[in-house]
C-alpha cells in the first residue's frame, strides 16, 4: 500500500523546485570545496574536510526534503508535535545564554561532537509552521478593525516575539531580522489590508534610513568595543576602518572587481587565501564572483529567483489559507537570507552573518531548508492531484 502511495505521488514532483535545488546544492558543494581547500591545506587539515561535511548535509537533507515531500500535511498540524518542537527550540535558545558556543561574537550554536547545531534556523521553521496552523484557524475571524485583527494575533504574536528576542540577544541581529520578516509577511498573507502593512514597512524603513545617517556623521572612534557597533561602523566606513571589521568587506569589492564578467577560473581566487575570513560561509558569493565571475553569479541568483518564483506561485493560487500562509513563509526565509547575504557583501546592507542559502556552508541551514522545500513540493503535489481529480 505505501510502495503503490509512493509511486503514484512520484508523478507529482514539481521540477521547478526539484531542478534548482539539486543544481544550486551541486554548486553550493563545489563552491564549499574550492573557497575552503586552500584554507584547510595551511591548518594542516584534510583539503576536502568541509566539502565533505557538506556532502553530508545535502545527502541528509536530500532524504530529509523526500520523507517530508511523502508525509501528510496534516501530521503538521498536531498540536502535540508543535507544542514538542516549541519546548525544544526554547530549551536550545535558553541554553545558548549560558552554554553556547560563540562564533563571529554570537553565541548561536550548540556544540554536538564534531557538529555544532544552531537552533535560529530551526526556529525559522517552527515559526512558519506554528503561524501558519494559528491563521488558518483564524481566518474566518479577520475583521477590518485594526485593533482587533491586534487582539486575535495577540498570543502568537507574544510566542513569535519571545523567539524573536531570545535569537536577537545571543546576539543575532540577521536570524532575528529574518524570524520578523516571516511573521510579518505570514500576518499580512491572511488577507489584512495593506495600508496596515504599508505603514509599518514606512516606519520601519524611515528608523532605519534615519539612524544610518546618523551613525555616517558620528566621529570615528578606535576604542569601539562592542562587536556589532563595530560591524556597523565597518559597514558604513570600510576602507577607514579596514583594521576593526572594515577588511571583510573590503576583501569582498577586492573578490568582486577581480572576477568581473567571467572570472578568474575555478580554484583561482586570491581573496580566499587568508585575505576574507571563513569565505566558505558568509561571503562565498565574494568567491565565487572572483572564480567564475558575475555570469557565475547571476545563474545562481537566477537559479534561487527561478525557485522563490515557483514558490509564490503556488503560494498565491492554492484555496487553502494554510498552504498559502506556508508558501509564503517559506519563500520569505529564502528571499530574505538571500537578499541579506548579498547586500551584505555589497556593502548595501550591514554583514549579519546570514548564509546564501543552499550555496553556503552549514549544516542547520540546508537541513532546515531542505525540510522547508519538502513542505513546498509536497503542497504542490497535493494542488495538481487536485486538479488531476477535478478534469477526469
Not at 554570537?106 to 547545531?117: C, D, F, N, V, Y
Not at 491586534?150 to 536570524?175: C, E, N, R, S
Not at 583561482?268 to 568567491?287: A, C, H, M, V, W
Not at 556552508?361 to 540546508?366: E, H, V
Request: hydrophobic share 50%.
Amino acid at each position: 500500500m505505501w510502495k503503490k502511495f509512493q509511486k503514484s505521488k512520484i508523478q507529482y514532483l514539481d521540477y521547478w523546485l526539484l531542478i534548482p535545488y539539486i543544481v544550486l546544492c551541486a554548486f553550493g558543494a563545489l563552491m564549499v570545496y574550492s573557497a575552503s581547500s586552500d584554507l584547510m591545506s595551511i591548518r594542516g587539515m584534510q583539503p576536502d574536510a568541509y566539502f565533505t561535511k557538506q556532502l553530508v548535509f545535502i545527502v541528509l537533507g536530500f532524504v530529509l526534503m523526500m520523507f517530508t515531500y511523502f508525509l501528510k500535511l496534516t501530521v503538521l498540524r498536531n498540536r502535540f508535535i508543535l507544542f514538542g518542537a516549541t519546548f525544544i527550540i526554547f530549551l536550545g535558545l535558553l541554553f545558548l545564554l549560558g552554554f553556547g558556543r560563540t562564533i563571529n561574537g554570537a553565541a548561536a550554536w550548540i556544540p554536538i561532537g564534531p557538529l555544532s547545531i544552531q537552533p535560529s534556523e530551526f526556529a525559522k521553521l517552527l515559526i512558519v509552521l506554528y503561524l501558519a496552523n494559528m491563521l488558518a484557524h483564524k481566518e474566518n475571524d479577520l475583521t477590518e478593525g485594526m485593533v482587533d485583527n491586534l487582539k486575535l494575533f495577540f498570543k502568537p504574536v507574544l510566542l513569535v516575539a519571545g523567539i524573536i528576542f531570545l535569537v536577537l540577544i545571543q546576539p543575532d541581529l540577521g536570524g532575528a531580522s529574518i524570524l520578523a520578516a516571516v511573521m510579518i509577511v505570514m500576518f499580512f498573507g491572511t488577507g489584512m489590508s495593506y495600508w496596515y502593512g504599508f505603514s509599518a514597512i514606512t516606519l520601519v524603513t524611515g528608523a532605519v534610513t534615519l539612524l544610518s545617517n546618523v551613525l555616517r556623521h558620528v566621529r570615528i572612534s578606535t576604542k569601539v568595543t562592542s562587536y556589532k557597533l563595530n560591524r556597523i561602523l565597518a559597514f558604513l566606513h570600510p576602507f577607514k576602518l579596514e583594521n576593526m571589521g572594515g577588511s571583510q568587506l573590503v576583501n569582498s569589492y577586492y573578490a568582486i572587481n577581480n572576477g568581473r564578467w567571467f572570472g578568474l577560473g575555478l580554484g583561482n581566487s586570491i581573496q580566499k587565501r587568508g585575505y576574507l575570513p571563513e569565505p566558505y560561509t558568509d561571503f562565498i558569493l565574494s568567491i565565487t564572483t572572483e572564480e567564475l565571475g558575475v555570469i557565475g553569479t547571476l545563474v545562481i541568483l537566477g537559479l534561487l529567483f527561478v525557485l522563490l518564483a515557483r514558490i509564490f506561485y503556488l503560494g498565491i493560487h492554492t484555496d487553502k489559507m494554510y498552504y498559502t500562509l506556508l508558501c509564503y513563509g517559506i519563500g520569505t526565509i529564502i528571499f530574505v537570507q538571500t537578499l541579506f547575504n548579498v547586500g551584505g557583501l555589497l556593502g548595501i546592507l550591514p554583514i549579519t552573518g546570514v548564509t546564501l542559502p543552499f550555496i553556503s556552508y552549514g549544516g542547520s541551514s540546508m537541513l532546515v531548508l531542505a525540510i522547508a522545500l519538502g513542505i513546498v513540493l509536497n503542497i504542490s503535489a497535493q494542488e495538481k492531484k487536485a486538479k488531476t481529480a477535478t478534469t477526469s
